[in-house]
């Protein structure tokens, strides 16, 4: 059971902190109102303890601004100010109980049992899990609207099940809830206080599993089909902006999809007086309902566009009973327009700061997690320890860690990686996490894997193998993936860009598909998502083209389409397809699958095609970004200036300072070289110390004077070393500009590497473009 204390007073903080500790609390310490406020959002806790009186954010403007935001936890304010308006106030701003110090810690301690057996939810809506119900305002229970008559501890068990009806309870943590430290219960009661509340569900037909045993374990409710969902929390509730911005995105583009179903019925109209003019118009008009219609949440709208759809691809001279029945579609068609959308999207996460380079490590073994952080720091990582789970929870508050590097042991009782992992993935699933720990069976790497760890890392493992992992968790975290969609359907477009954006990625919509190719070369994307049925070019031809160009061979392909049968899903895969999404289009199965497309082809991208050291494309990687860049320049007869750059005496880094420091010097020369160009260039490191620009639409004169000034920029950066040390490291540079110094890859590097070797021998630290009178 966890307490957040909100404590300026050092020594009190102590006190209570032992003193709760020595009783099995676990206990989170805050100096400060921000801080508490920040430990509150952050972590699930019990009962909050708050001061009044505090530094940078008072006790009730905290305990309102938890309250506005809907968190249900019980808040105790404890504060010198006795007098009846303060404890009005306190009250008022949603403290669930008021005491004036000094007091005794017996009996502060007795107050805080109080509200956790109260519970955290002290103004909760009516619990559901299907036909069971339980108003915790009257205590009364039915099932299936009949009356259950229950014993207190058996009405206190079934609202600790509601209120979590997805968790499962240990003996242990029921107990803890429902019972007093002072008077515990043996197994014995439990079972059978279970038992009689099993029994009396059993009496008014409910399921006899509603309350599962899961062995070993504890219990639970059983899952509910169809169940409607627990009361939101005040986090879910407020988080809808996806579902909102598909709403306004509906009513803008209502007057358009109404004027489809016009001219659907101008088509079935038509049908009924013997004229098949229209019956292809309509036809089409019923397809892009069909597909976009369960997008904005009309999905028995988009069912009923569908039948349409197949009656009028398949029939032809049609009877007055068809006709009919195409018309009463129609109607309920239009009927349905007349309700709210009953979408369902995913909430996207909170984005990752890109310039966050901070990594928590999380481990008991405080020397090798100085080792990990020493190599860390040679990665241009700063680096925080935390040696227990205690120690960790302020420290992801207050240093914001890029990456957590997490162990799962630890020697004290009640901590556990796993728990602390279960705590991110539920409140900070934005933190990416690596898990390093010398347990190996397949249920810790099950479990770490449901929580959504990022890599599952066994002890013991060199260091480069540690840091190597997490620079490529880092980069891919921070990585926004570009999709490239192709559909016919404008409607359609702007209703899966409303969907997708949110959640980080970077979109390019295209709804004529003969403008494909060049698409495709200028946009770059990492997942292509195309339309199957669409005018002029297929999605399946579309397809078979990429697939057929050794470039796009690996490029991730997901189809969107209405037909499911074996037949087309064999066509698709046939055509070289990852993964298909069925029309109408369900938000979360879509981002599920897109997500999940994307994770995995970009961890194998980056072990292919990153150089780990400084997270630039490799030698290979770049010169395919290369060859591409050229073909496109050569197409609109625009300039790209390719460079040369090398490190200027870097050997004797490495042998003066070692090789760490070396490395060092290569990780944050990547590291500027990437934030330095744009998306459309191309930056590669080609081996050792030698590094490779391309910039697209630039010309030599432009590339020399953007390098010079990088040079100046890396002049000034200084690398503080042991004993005080102060190294600084220049580079050289040649340039050559595409076509005019040549028109291939292999031409440009040699002449860029002749203005290379000139800038060296000028003395070093400079940058000289490609002379075309002596350079050949």
Not at 116 to 125: D, E, F, I, T
Not at 252 to 276: F, M, Q, T, W, Y
């Amino acid at each position: 059971m966890k307490i957040l204390l909100v404590e300026d007073d050092e020594y009190l903080a102590q006190l209570l902190n032992q003193y709760l500790s020595d009783r099995n609390y676990i206990v989170d310490v805050a100096v400060d109102g921000e801080s508490g406020l920040n430990y509150a959002r952050t972590f699930d806790y019990d009962v909050l303890v708050l001061d009044v009186v505090l530094p940078k954010l008072d006790g009730i403007t905290l305990c309102k601004t938890l309250r506005s935001e809907h968190y249900q936890m019980p808040v105790l304010l404890l504060t010198a100010l006795d007098n009846s308006r303060d404890k009005v106030l306190g009250l008022d701003a949603g403290a669930d109980d008021y005491v004036v110090k000094p007091v005794g810690l017996e009996e502060l301690l007795a107050r805080i049992r109080a509200l956790v057996r109260r519970g955290r939810y002290s103004r909760p809506p009516i619990l559901t899990w299907g036909p069971l119900q339980l108003d915790p305002a009257t205590c009364e229970v039915t099932y299936d609207s009949r009356p259950l008559s229950l014993t207190p501890k058996e009405y206190a068990l079934l609202e600790l099940f509601l209120r979590s009806p997805t968790q499962v309870f240990s003996r242990e943590v029921i107990i803890e809830h429902l019972w007093s430290l002072e008077e515990p219960p043996t197994e014995n009661t439990l079972r059978a206080h279970i038992k009689g509340l099993r029994t009396k569900l059993k009496a008014v037909d409910a399921p006899p599993t509603l309350i599962e045993t899961i062995y070993g374990v504890g219990y639970r409710l059983q899952d509910y089909e169809d169940a409607p969902s627990p009361a939101k929390t005040g986090r879910e509730s407020s988080n809808n902006t996806t579902l909102n911005a598909i709403q306004a995105l509906w009513q803008r583009i209502k007057p358009n999809v109404l004027k489809r179903v016009d001219l659907l019925e101008e088509g079935i109209s038509a049908l009924a007086a013997h004229d098949e003019s229209l019956q292809g118009t309509a036809r089409q008009e019923a397809h892009k309902l069909a597909g976009s219609l369960g997008t904005f949440g009309y999905h028995y709208g988009s069912s009923l566009a569908r039948n349409i759809e197949e009656m009028l691809l398949q029939e032809r001279n049609f009877s007055q009973s068809q006709i009919d029945q195409l018309q009463r579609w129609l109607v309920e068609l239009r009927q349905q327009f007349q309700r709210h959308p009953t979408a369902a999207m995913p909430e996207p996460p909170t984005l990752p700061d890109p310039e966050q380079r901070r990594l928590l490590i999380v481990d008991d073994d405080r020397l090798l997690a100085e080792q990990i952080a020493e190599e860390a720091e040679t990665w241009g990582m700063d680096v925080k320890i935390a040696t227990t789970v205690q120690e960790a929870r302020p420290a992801i508050v207050t240093y914001s860690p890029g990456l957590i590097l997490l162990d799962l042991n630890f020697p004290e009782p009640g901590e556990d990686g796993l728990m602390l992992l279960e705590e991110l993935a539920r409140n900070r699933p934005e933190i990416p996490v690596v898990v390093l720990t010398v347990r190996d069976s397949f249920q810790d790497r099950l479990s770490v894997s449901r929580l959504g760890s990022q890599a599952f890392l066994q002890k013991p493992l060199p260091m480069p193998q540690i840091m190597e992992v997490a620079m490529e968790v880092i980069q891919r975290s921070h990585t926004a993936a570009k999709v490239l969609i192709v559909d016919d359907d404008p409607q359609e477009l702007q209703g899966l860009t409303t969907l997708l954006s949110p959640w980080g990625l970077e979109l390019e919509t295209l709804d004529d598909p003969r403008d494909f190719w060049q698409a495709l070369e200028t946009f770059m994307p990492d997942l292509l998502v195309l339309d199957f049925e669409m005018p002029h070019y297929s999605g399946i031809e579309l397809c078979q083209v990429v697939r057929n160009e050794p470039q796009w061979r690996k490029l991730p392909i997901l189809f969107l389409t209405a037909h499911t049968d074996s037949a087309t899903v064999d066509r698709i895969f046939q055509a070289g397809a990852d993964d298909y999404v069925s029309k109408p289009i369900s938000g979360p199965e879509l981002i599920s699958r897109l997500f999940n497309r994307l994770e995995r082809t970009k961890l194998l991208q980056n072990l292919a095609e990153l150089d780990p050291l400084t997270g630039l494309a490799n030698r290979r990687k770049s010169s395919y970004d290369i060859a591409n860049l050229l073909r496109i320049a050569l197409r609109h007869d625009r300039p790209v200036s390719f460079a040369m750059l090398d490190l200027d005496h870097f050997k004797p880094v490495n042998d003066t300072y070692g090789h760490a420091t070396g490395d060092l010097v290569l990780h944050r020369f990547g590291e500027m070289l990437r934030e330095s160009f744009r998306a459309d260039d191309v930056v590669g490191r080609w081996g050792g110390e030698e590094f490779v620009v391309v910039m697209a639409e630039t010309d030599a004169a432009s590339a020399v004077d953007r390098l010079s000034r990088l040079l100046q920029q890396w002049r000034s950066h200084e690398f503080l070393l042991d004993d005080e040390v102060c190294l600084q490291v220049t580079f050289s540079a040649g340039v050559a500009q595409f076509p005019r110094d040549g028109d291939d890859l292999p031409t440009l590097y040699r002449r860029a590497d002749q203005a290379l070797y000139r800038a060296k021998e000028a003395g070093r630290g400079r940058v000289c473009s490609c002379d075309p009178k002596t350079d050949c």
